[in-house]
């Protein structure tokens, strides 16, 4: 099994459409949780840090559940330019502090 | 400021010979990463390095390849005797929180 599962999509929704994903991790003793967004052919950015409250950034609403061991990323009012890859990253908490990456979940805006 | 830099951009290399690719951090930036990301696939990571510790080797598949830091500056990554299941996107962070990495723009390398 690997660390860290996404749905590798693609999700093609309308622009203005509210579209989640769900990313799960197998290591209980993950600490720090991350979204990042990927474009094509393009470097990873970070997106928004996962907090155990939950924390919005605008349309972005991340939530983290650690008894179920999965995070999720709602984008409301989708917009043709938030068509990208998303990636689920998760730290370990003890040991080398590199981060672990999902393989990512593909998202595509249509008009 | 400057972000990650790394070079170069593209590298196409004969099957068999040596690469190496090089990584300029942001300046100040104690942590350096270097992961692999081969086509429509996640990143894979490499080899961690953390001020002048001994860096973590865990993710290199290889003895082949190898990295090397001066320092808090410049990193290189080798690859020797390249294969063609080498070819990949070589991503390099740097990070001074340790919950925030900032990536350089990749190194495409391609082994034919």
């Known amino acids: 099994r690997k660390e860290v599962e996404q749905d590798p999509g693609p999700f093609n929704v309308p622009e203005g459409a509210t579209v989640a994903f769900n990313c799960t991790y197998s290591n209980s003793a993950s600490q720090s949780f991350f979204w990042y967004r990927q474009d094509c052919r393009k470097e990873p950015k970070l997106l928004m840090s996962v907090y155990s409250s939950g924390n919005e950034d605008g349309r972005f609403t991340a939530q983290l559940n650690r008894a179920s061991q999965y995070i999720s990323l709602l984008i409301r009012d989708s917009k043709l330019s938030d068509s990208a890859t998303y990636l689920c990253?998760?730290?370990?908490?003890?040991?080398?502090?590199?981060?672990?990456f999902g393989s990512g979940t593909r998202l595509q805006v249509q008009p | 400021g400057a972000g990650v830099s790394q070079s170069p951009s593209n590298k196409v290399t004969e099957k068999g010979k040596d690469v190496e690719l090089r990584c300029d951090p942001i300046s100040g930036h104690t942590a350096l990463y270097w992961y692999r990301q081969r086509l429509g696939q996640g990143l894979e990571f490499l080899i961690y390095?953390?001020?002048?510790?001994?860096?973590?080797k865990s993710g290199l598949p290889s003895d082949r390849f190898s990295a090397e830091r001066t320092g808090e500056s410049v990193s290189t990554l080798t690859i020797q005797r390249t294969q063609q299941e080498d070819s990949a996107v070589y991503l390099c962070?740097?990070?001074?929180?340790?919950?925030?990495?900032?990536f350089g723009p990749g190194t495409r390398l391609t082994v034919l």
């Open positions: 962070a740097s990070s001074f929180q340790v919950n925030e990495q900032f």
């Open positions: 390095f953390q001020g002048n510790s001994a860096p973590d």
């Open positions: 990253v998760v730290i370990r908490g003890t040991g080398r502090r590199a981060l672990t």
